[in-house]
């Protein structure tokens, strides 16, 4: 025999664990495409953006309230 039992054993388990790759592969291929398709209908408002700006502390009420004006303008 060429490798008897364990020979066997061994492509079975090379077997499977090339299965599980593949399906590891697209499980990874299928969250990336998913992702930027999402990513790139979400858009955000400027002034929803200066309001998390103004929450995050990166700018000032009065710095906030000069953005606001001039969006609105």
Known sequence: ?????????LNVVLFAGALILV???????????RR????????VAPLEIARRRLAAGEITI??????RDRLQD
């Open 23 to 33: 399906g590891l592969a697209a499980v990874w291929l299928a969250r990336q495409f």
């Open 36 to 43: 930027t398709t999402s990513t790139a209908e979400v858009t």
């Open 62 to 67: 009065t710095e906030f309230e000069e953005i």
């Open 1 to 9: 025999m060429g490798g008897g039992w364990i020979g066997l054993i």
